[in-house]
């Protein structure tokens, strides 16, 4: 079945140390999103690639970076993860970013900051 | 970016048909109304999508007025494992699709 496909589930890391999550999707969609969940909280948009155009969410820390090498694949780098970024990381796609095209979902992936 | 305003929670029991509204006042002409329901440690799934009018799917239906200020998600006969975050988003002309804070639903026996 054609899906979003999140490694690794969980991740733990310690406090400054680089870490980096992984999305790929075999639906051959156009755009990818990142967004970042906290517990009790809804997620929030990261950014996201429309093709290979990146978009800059204006509030997300520079603490954050991505890459999309090729449609399939999307990569959330945190450079140096504090405390504070512990959260669900959520990755989406789309067909496109016009209406009438919904996001799907992966199943996320949990860090942990140590 | 169109902002959408949803109760915060909700409670139901089991068969009874559930409606939860979204207000987006500032939607723009090229935007679409989709819901998207969330269990914990999972990510979101899509429910149904609308523009205008109601659209009916195998799940919900989607009620959407003329002005398209707002919009109710119909749930028929919910179930325990209804049991879930539901959200709304404004998508596609205005883009930046933004999560509001969701509509925490409890089905009870």
């Known amino acids: 079945d054609a899906m979003v496909i999140q490694n690794p589930r969980y991740q733990v890391t310690q406090f400054g140390k680089p870490v980096t999550l992984s999305c790929s999707q075999t639906l051959n969609h156009n755009v990818m999103y990142w967004y970042q969940q906290k517990s009790s909280q809804a997620p929030k948009l990261l950014f996201h690639?429309?093709?290979?155009?990146?978009?800059n969410e204006a509030d997300t820390p520079d603490n954050f970076q991505s890459r999309r090498p090729n449609t399939s694949f999307c990569f959330l780098d945190i450079r140096s993860p504090g405390l504070g970024d512990a959260a669900m990381y959520l990755c989406a796609t789309s067909r496109d970013q016009s209406g009438g095209y919904e996001q799907y979902f992966g199943p996320g992936t949990r860090l942990t900051v140590t | 970016l169109a902002k959408t305003t949803q109760p915060i929670s909700m409670d139901s029991y089991e068969g009874q048909e559930v409606n939860i509204t979204c207000s987006h006042n500032?939607?723009?002409?090229?935007?679409?109304i989709t819901w998207y329901q969330q269990f914990p440690s999972q990510g979101p799934r899509f429910i149904i999508q609308g523009y205008k009018t109601k659209v009916t799917n195998e799940v919900a239906s989607l009620f959407i007025p003329a002005d398209r200020k707002s919009s109710t998600l119909s749930l028929p006969r919910v179930s325990l494992s209804d049991t879930a975050v539901y959200y709304c988003l404004v998508e596609g002309g205005s883009y930046i699709p933004t999560f509001g804070r969701g509509t925490s639903l409890i089905v009870h026996p």
């Open positions: 690639y429309y093709d290979k155009d990146f978009n």
């Open positions: 500032n939607i723009a002409t090229n935007d679409y």
